[in-house]
């Protein structure tokens, strides 16, 4: 058996255009990662995506519009998946009084139930992750929360000029 050659240093171009793309494919695996778990757990009948969403409501009592926001979810697939976990008994979901377009969502029992699961998994995880010394997963993560900064600024940086063309 031969030894692969190392690879060569990315250049900062080749690296700025491969981290979106490795972001996306480590949450694809974490989904994956969710899926077995909520199989194992006998929850079938909602998804790794959904259970994400769970996890955005968190303990809180929040708007559909503060999920979306805070979940960077597209609104059709939003309602699409919070309709199945207002069906499927995860979430309780009150209209308001106010305006009977919106609503306040909140975690069920059952939902909670998800949520407990699933930190248990993410505590699992991280402590095997942190099991090795030189893991790295501190300054992994403060890097990708600057990358996140980084490109909000610039987001930012474009509605603004935007604006400023009107």
């Known amino acids: 058996m031969t030894n692969a050659a190392p690879h060569a240093p990315l250049s900062p171009a080749q690296i700025a255009q491969d981290l979106p793309r490795l972001i996306e494919r480590m949450h694809r695996r974490y989904l994956d990662v ?19 969403m769970l996890g955005t409501i968190g303990g809180e009592e929040i708007s559909v519009r503060d999920l979306i926001e805070r979940g960077y979810y597209l609104g059709s697939n939003a309602s699409y998946n919070l309709k199945n976990l207002v069906d499927g008994g995860y979430v309780d979901r009150q209209a308001s009084e106010r305006d ?15 949520l407990e699961t699933l930190a248990k998994l993410n505590v699992q995880m991280a402590e095997n992750l942190l099991s090795d010394e030189n893991h790295g997963l501190d300054t992994t993560q403060q890097t990708l929360r600057r990358l996140e900064r980084r490109w909000t600024d610039s987001i930012r940086s474009e509605d603004r000029a935007e604006d400023a063309e009107f």
């Not at 969710?34 to 994400?52: C, K, T, Y």
């Not at 009977?100 to 998800?114: C, Q, V």
């Open 100 to 114: 009977r377009r919106s609503a306040r969502l909140k975690l069920s029992a059952k939902g909670r139930e998800i």
């Open 34 to 52: 969710v899926r077995i778990e909520l199989a194992r757990h006998g929850f079938n009948d909602i998804s790794p995506v959904q259970a994400m």
